[in-house]
């Protein structure tokens, strides 16, 4: 048995919020778009190398205030580049956690969690 890749998502509620935080300060890019008509909820992916996530207004999809994991490498290297875009309204530290993982976390404007685990310690 052999299991695919899995792909979070994450629940939004306003698309201009999710791109200044998702594609301005985490550098993900939007790989495509979907709505049913004109006045409808937007359906979205998003991508950074291998992560990808799906954001979506639809009320029905997902609840918001979901947590993610996401492994990454060279962890003190983006935490660098999310502190230079000196982004208002987060500014994520490292943390040395108890369990032996080094772990950044952002929090989006939605109440989603996103913890960057190190893979490379």
């Known amino acids: 048995m052999r299991f695919g890749r899995t792909t979070?998502?994450?629940?939004i509620f306003d698309v201009d919020k999710a791109t200044e935080f998702y594609v301005d300060?985490?550098?993900?890019?939007?790989?495509w778009t979907h709505r049913f008509g004109e006045n409808f909820p937007l359906y979205l992916q998003v991508s950074?190398?291998?992560?990808v996530l799906h954001l979506t207004e639809h009320h029905g999809d997902c609840s918001p205030?979901?947590?993610?994991?996401?492994e990454t490498m060279k962890?003190?290297?983006f935490h660098a580049e999310l502190t230079a875009k000196n982004y208002r309204y987060m500014k994520p530290g490292?943390?040395?956690?108890?369990w032996g993982s080094r772990e950044m976390t952002v929090h989006d404007p939605f109440g989603n969690?996103?913890?960057?685990?190190a893979a490379d310690t």
Request: proline share 6%; aromatic share 8%; glycine share 8%.
């Open 48 to 51: 950074r190398e291998e992560c």
């Open 65 to 70: 205030g979901t947590a993610l994991r996401i």
């Open 75 to 77: 962890l003190d290297s």
């Open 113 to 117: 969690r996103l913890v960057f685990v």
């Open 8 to 11: 979070p998502i994450l629940r």
């Open 94 to 98: 490292i943390e040395d956690q108890p």
């Open 25 to 31: 300060f985490l550098g993900f890019g939007i790989d």
